[in-house]
Structure formats: structure tokens, C-alpha cells
DNA sequence: CCCTGCTCTGAGGATTTTCTGAGATCCATC
DNA sequence: GATGGATCTCAGAAAATCCTCAGAGCAGGG
């Protein structure tokens, strides 16, 4: 039916009992579900795969849950996570969302609220958003207007100009553009051309000196080299 | 055992007789009961405690059953509420439901269908709450239309602007949404665009800042950074 | 009918962004 | 290594945008 486009969920709990009905049912509503009983099989799925939700028990064998998940989280993996946890006092929600938990349920839980709550996951992240490669310094979040840095501290937010004339390094990234091309593109007709130095430098300060380089006499490029 | 997630329960009713024998039988089925003989005594835990469900006699000292149930639910306490009664006219079954209860029993009672009929007011409880996960902030409750604070700090009741805007955001969490968007949607048509600002405004004082954040230009977003 | 709380307006001050210009530094070439 | 143009850095003015909040109008409950 639509197993094309079936949702990719792994499950990371040390339960096997639990685990076995879990999956039964998860596949019956039409996910694809891989299971791993610790944490080192749940990590390295994580990182070899690609789901679009992760269910993660707390308490799992080699490498604790919420471990598990902030060492996906700092390799830039995006799936919307549930934790699973037998306290549920407010201090344990506050380390899993810190964690990068995006929900997280309380054990003994309904079954069906489990399944509700994975749905809700899974409807946030298809309105993931959409993200042009940088290279080594990350990705450039268009709808957000920022970029997220790979070494996982975190957002830079770029003023609307700053965000213009990165984008259009980034569409074709091997071109060299001069001054009064960008201009022209990104700024008013008006502005003397030394704006795009300017803008240039904003970039590499908040970005660092190797997203754009100088080609001498010509114009700028996207990356280093 | 699960007692960190066991169901917390308000008894109110001044015959020690019979609340001493249901604490006894409900504690017996998990559930964490505080008990309260009089009206005031009730009206303070309600207030001051989180349940998920409340039994009521209607004849109390002090502060009367039904006026007790309309004085929390004023208060936006929206445990399910179970009234107890030794009339069962309809004239009678309308009044609870007026002041809020969500279940009726009429003195005297089979234990076991009062059993019954909590454990069915408690997971219509568990139905209704569907709780939206808030990142760092906490969780929006649809059906009392609030909000549950990570920090513990109990919760914050919003009016209907305030929740629609906020549901919105939440709807889509990773897009921004722009201001003419987020008018069409909430306010009248012919509102300014800074009623969103306005509102946006409103979250934040009662939620904090990081609840909305703001990109520059383009509109607002849910969440920080 | 009064009171309370909600909705919306508008205006100021605060903040962010955009653009200019000027001195410091770099680079190709003589 | 001297020269002159190209580029980098950055302070600050001007413009755009956003935040904060007092208050008017209105609806609903007591």
C-alpha cells in the first residue's frame, strides 16, 4: 500500500517482551520499524539509518537513553525522539527535553497514547525544514533563515541581506561573483558596491573566514580554496 | 512501585465512615487519595494540588458541593469530577452537570461501580489531555487550554486569542509563520498586523520569553533559537 | 447594573538591520 | 621593497522593525 513511503521509526528498549508488541503494532499502522535492545546497537542505527522517529527507553544496557540520544543529537541527527521513562517526576522531563527529547512518556503507559503521541511526532517532521549543505560548516535553513552549525553549537540567525547573499553563493557554489552582480541582486540599485564587502565580512564573522573567499580582482566565492 | 505515576484523587465528603473505606479500596487500586471532610478543606487542596479526579458529596459543611465544583472550575481546575448524591432527579443530574461534574452517583452505592466509574473518569482524563509537547517550555493542554510548565511552577491558563495563537505555532514548529498569517487566522479580519505583536507580547509575559521567537522581518516562530 | 477579564488600538521607545565612509592591511607588479 | 589599487575591518548614522504597555470598548457573569 504505501510501503514506499512507510515511516522509518527505530525502537530502543532493552524490553523484548515489550519491544515484540510494540513492533507488531507499529507495523500494523504502517510504520517500518527497527528494534535495538541497548545502546549501542540504538546508536549505531541511528547513525547508519535514517528514521524520522526514535522511541528511546531511559534505562537501557551499554548506553543510557538519554546519553543515547544527546550523542545522536550532537551528529546532527534530526529524528523526533520519545523518551521512555518509569519516573516521571518534573526533574526527569526537564534532562529529557535538555536530552533533545522532543515528548516523553511515563511508564506504565496506554498503548494507544503511545501511538497517538508517535503520530504527532511524525506530523511535525514532515514540515522538517528544508536545508542547503554547506559544506563543512553545516546547513542553511531556509524557511528559518538561519544555519545550523555541524559542530552542534547550535544557530546562527542571519539578517535578511546577510541570508540573500549567502544564498546565492551557496546556488552555485564553484561561480565567482563579482561586486556588482551581488549587489545588484541583493541590495538596493543604489548602494555603492563596497556594501558586499561589508556584507562579506558580516558573513565571515558570524560564520567564520572560510564560508566565503576572495578572488582577487574578481569578485567572492562560495568556501575556501 | 509506580507510585511517582500513580493517580492522585480528591475525596471530599464528610461521612469519615465512608471515606475511610473508599481511601482504603482506592489506595488499594494505586491510586494516591487525599481525603478532605469539609468544603474549605476541599476547595484548598483543589487548588492548590493537582488531581486527575475529584469525588464530591453535594451535602458538605462549609461550602456546598456543587458550589465547591463551580468555584474550582472557575479556577480552570479541570480534574474530572464525580458528584455523589443522595437525590437522583433529572432536575438534580442537570445542576451537577452545570457546575462541571462529569459523572453523577446516587447514595447509596455499589463500591464497585464507583471503582468503576473512576477508573472510566480517569481514562477519559488520559484521552482528553492531549498535551502538546512545548520544546523547553512545557506541554499546551488542548482540552483545558492551558499550559503545563517544565519548571514545575503549576500552570498558566490562557485566554482564547492567546491559545489559538499559540496553537497555531505549535501546529507548525518549524516554520515561520508571518504576521498577515497569523491575523487571518486568530483575529478579526480587519484587526491591525500588531495585534499579533501584541499577543505574541501576552505569551511571553505569561510563559517567558523563549516561548515565541521572533525572525526578523518575516514574522514569528515557535520555540527559541 | 457593576465588575472583571478579554480584545484591540496606538504611540513611545528600544532594538536590529542596512548602508556609508575611512583607516588599516593586503597583494600584484614594477 | 615601493607603489597603488584592492580588500578588510569597524564605528556610526539612518531606516526599518519590533517591544512594551496604557487605555478604550465590549462581552459575560454575578
Known sequence: ????????????????????????????????????LDGHHGLHLG???DYQVMVIDRALP??????LLSRLRRKAVGARALILTARGTVADRVAGLDAGADDYLVKPFEVDELLARIRALHRRHIEAAESIPL????????????????TGSGRVTLSAKEFALLR???????AVHTRAELRDSVFVDTAAESIVDTYVYYLRRKLGKTIVSTVHGLGYQLGDV
Open 135 to 150: 559544506g563543512a560548516m553545516g546547513w542553511l535553513d531556509v524557511a528559518r533563515r538561519d544555519v545550523l552549525l555541524r
Open 62 to 67: 551499554a548506553i543510557e537513553g538519554l546519553d
Open 47 to 49: 547513525l547508519t539509518q
Open 168 to 174: 546565492l553563493l551557496v546556488e552555485r557554489p564553484r
Open 1 to 36: 500500500m504505501d510501503t514506499a513511503s512507510a515511516v522509518r521509526l527505530l525502537l530502543v528498549d532493552d524490553d523484548r517482551e515489550l519491544t515484540d508488541m510494540l513492533s507488531d503494532l507499529l507495523a500494523e499502522e504502517g510504520y517500518q520499524v527497527d528494534v535495538a
